[in-house]
């Protein structure tokens, strides 16, 4: 794993003489790799206004680093079948050349290959002017995320529910998958059907025992319509007016009624229910395969992502990409607040300083701080 940090160095930002001195201490250990991270002039302002930027910064900074987090993590959820694929859903549009702009690349190339945007976000404008967009940008993805993200998680919290419901146990799930109309006797004024709860090592009692347990059930009515790890799901069919004395001696052998009542239209609503569901969050959400037909050849591998991972790979990217500028203003801001005069409160143009990248992996994050000092002494910046 890699860490990135952008570091402002005293130097003339029309050469490279400060990332060269980097390079030559860093490159004997292999401490780190570094690059130029070209940032533009800005309008400066006067100081009061960056000390406030520098705050502002510093907030939309923390924000833009969350909102990342926050879409990424929606990402994962998304694809919950398709998980190893997530990192193909996080990337970055552009920065490596212009006519490269329309291209995804991985987010380590687009900030090692960074290139300010001056279409989103022209240098020429006042700095405030340039974070108000960043900010607004920003402040609009994660209202969108909010409403599209709530309407997802309301769709699979109804569908975790009547899929909790499939899988309880016997006395409480759902029967609408697993009963069928020719399990009962309906419509009949005299005749009714039972549900009955058997404990799996009771089944041989029950054979045995269910035709006695009242007067008036039907012979060789019984039939095991589901079971599950702990009993099984009986019908049995007995004269309504012996329901109450049925149940009772049912219950002094073990044996549990599931209250129930066949309604066909509710059954067939619930099996619709699901099925609309599951479709979708299938069709709108999650990716699936069509086939294109291009002249006589077909492409059945052709994936169509739904509206909501599609929008969040989308403003993943356009996040992300905010985030980084938003990076670049703060070493911009930071290093003209460090290296202005005292006494002054009206900047014309920042004072000289070269920004850099650095890339670094774990074991080496303790050991390259200690080469900053020799490089530039706390006096020169």
């Given at each position: 794993m890699s860490e990135f940090w952008l570091i402002s160095a005293p130097g003339d930002k029309e050469n490279l003489h400060a990332l060269e001195r980097l390079n030559t201490v860093t490159s004997k250990s292999n401490l780190s790799y570094n690059t130029k991270f070209a940032i533009p002039d800005f309008k400066v302002g006067t100081l009061d206004s960056l000390?406030?930027?520098?705050?502002?910064?510093?907030?939309?900074?923390?924000f833009a680093e969350s909102l990342i987090k926050r879409m990424a993590q929606s990402v994962v959820e998304v694809m919950e079948d398709a998980k190893g694929k997530v990192q193909?859903?996080?990337?970055?549009?552009?920065?490596?050349?212009?006519?490269?702009?329309?291209?995804?690349?991985?987010?380590?190339?687009?900030?090692?290959?960074?290139?300010?945007?001056?279409?989103?976000y022209p240098a020429k404008q006042p700095l405030p002017s340039v974070v108000d967009t960043l900010a607004k940008q920003l402040a609009q993805i994660e209202t969108d995320l909010k409403g599209r993200t709530a309407a997802y998680s309301t769709l699979k919290a109804t569908l975790d529910s009547l899929?909790?419901?499939?899988?309880a146990n016997l006395f409480t799930r759902t029967l609408s998958d697993i009963v069928n109309k020719d399990d009962?006797?309906?419509?009949?004024?005299?005749?009714?059907?039972?549900?009955?709860?058997?404990?799996?090592?009771?089944?041989?009692?029950?054979?045995?025992?269910?035709?006695?347990?009242?007067?008036?059930?039907?012979?060789?009515?019984?039939?095991?319509?589901?079971?599950?790890?702990?009993?099984?799901?009986?019908?049995?069919?007995?004269?309504?007016?012996?329901?109450?004395?049925?149940?009772?001696?049912?219950k002094e052998n073990k044996f549990t009624?599931?209250?129930?009542?066949?309604?066909?239209?509710?059954?067939?609503?619930?099996?619709?229910?699901?099925t609309r569901l599951l479709s979708a969050k299938k069709q709108q959400y999650q990716t699936s395969c069509v086939a294109l037909k291009k002249g006589s050849s077909t492409f059945p591998d052709h994936k169509v992502k739904g509206p909501l991972l599609r929008w969040l790979k989308v403003n993943f990217s356009e996040a992300f990409i905010a985030w980084v500028h938003i990076k670049a203003l703060r070493v911009f801001v930071e290093s003209v607040l460090r290296n202005s005069g005292e006494g002054t409160n009206k900047l014309d143009k920042p004072a000289g300083f070269q920004s850099v990248l650095w890339v670094r992996t774990v074991r080496q994050i303790a050991c390259l701080p200690h080469a900053l000092p020799t490089l530039w002494p706390p006096g020169l910046g």
């Open positions: 000390v406030g930027l520098s705050d502002e910064l510093g907030k939309l900074d923390t193909e859903n996080l990337l970055a549009n552009g920065g490596l050349k212009e006519k490269m702009k329309c291209l995804k690349i991985d987010l380590t190339s687009f900030v090692t290959h960074f290139e300010w945007d001056m279409a989103k899929n909790q419901k499939a899988k009962f006797v309906l419509d009949s004024e005299y005749l009714v059907t039972l549900l009955v709860i058997v404990p799996t090592q009771n089944y041989i009692q029950w054979q045995k025992t269910y035709e006695s347990l009242s007067d008036m059930v039907v012979p060789r009515s019984t039939k095991l319509i589901f079971e599950d790890k702990e009993g099984g799901l009986f019908t049995v069919t007995l004269f309504r007016k012996v329901i109450d004395d049925f149940k009772a001696r049912a009624v599931r209250e129930f009542y066949y309604d066909e239209k509710e059954i067939t609503r619930e099996r619709e229910e699901m």
